[in-house]
């Protein structure tokens, strides 16, 4: 019985040497870190450029952060597809693999932190779109990994490097799109620049100065009228809202959630010390 199951698995196992499968394994791998580093770069970057008008800093350990992060995962997930002989079984299988590694390790965090149950909930919620999008993911990395082994194969050397510049170029405008998502829409942009405005106030308004939440943040009454830098970024534990950090030049920090589609939003109501929101 246990024969019958293991025979063909090791037969698939070792239908290929780990040699074979690393020519499509290792461009595979390095084609995720070069879209994982547009695709970071774009969305660190795009409001701070385009938006000059809001006096937005560039959050350089929230952008290494990324970077590492998204460059390791796609180079994973590449190496995942790129693993699978055939690139129907890269796609699907690949997909399959990574979905589950995500959700082990995403559960994993949850249990170390000791965050709520719900986050439980939402993980298990969230599998089969994620399952879906590492599908699409893998199918992607297929075939490139398919068009990087015909131009290896076919074309002689100068028209080689050109045809793998132009490869290049295609996967770092394929990182770049959905980077450039994150650009800030009007209702983002008001609510950026109204928060702003209140905290150049707040020194010298005391209708201002109430609107901030002293009692939980008494030292930030001492911080008023001092140099601070705003990182505002789309907000990961609700929807239609930013995640805005404020931060002051000796290192004070706070985080603020903060609606952008509530028309009587209170800018200051839910803020959190650090350089994260943190709820419960």
């Not at 547009?38 to 800093?57: E, F, G, K």
């Not at 952008?63 to 055939?86: H, K, P, R, S």
């Not at 599998?127 to 194969?153: D, K, T, W």
């Not at 004070?252 to 209170?266: K, M, N």
Request: aromatic share 10%.
């Amino acid at each position: 019985m246990f024969k019958r199951i293991a025979n063909p698995i090791l037969v698939f196992f070792r239908e290929e040497t780990f040699r074979e499968r690393s020519e499509r394994m290792q461009p595979a791998a390095i084609m995720g870190v070069i879209a994982g580093t547009a695709y970071v770069l774009t969305l660190s970057i795009i409001n701070v450029i385009s938006l000059p008008a809001l006096h937005l800093s560039l959050d350089w350990e929230r952008l290494l952060a990324n970077l590492v992060t998204y460059d390791l995962a796609l180079a994973l997930v590449g190496a995942i597809a790129g693993w699978f002989t055939e690139a129907p079984t890269g796609a699907i299988a690949g997909g399959v693999v990574s979905t589950l590694l995500y959700l082990l390790i995403n559960w994993i965090i949850i249990r170390l932190t000791g965050a709520s149950p719900e986050r439980t909930v939402q993980l298990i919620i969230t599998a089969i779109p994620l399952l879906l999008a590492a599908m699409l993911l893998c199918a992607l990395f297929r075939f490139a990994i398919s068009r990087y082994l015909r131009l290896m194969q076919t074309s002689p050397g100068p028209k080689r490097r050109l045809r793998l510049a132009g490869m290049i170029v295609l996967v770092i405008l394929i990182g770049i799109t959905p980077g450039s998502f994150a650009h800030f829409d009007q209702n983002s942009q008001n609510v950026i620049l109204a928060m702003n405005q209140r905290l150049q106030q707040a020194a010298n308004d005391a209708s201002v100065k109430a609107q901030f939440p002293l009692a939980q943040f008494p030292a930030l009454q001492s911080h008023f009228g001092l140099p601070f830098a705003l990182y505002p970024r789309p907000s990961a534990s609700q929807g239609g809202a930013l995640d805005v950090t404020i931060r002051y030049a000796d290192g004070y920090a706070i985080t603020c959630l903060v609606s952008t589609t509530d028309q009587y939003v209170q800018y200051f109501k839910q803020c959190f010390p650090g350089n994260n929101v943190n709820l419960p």
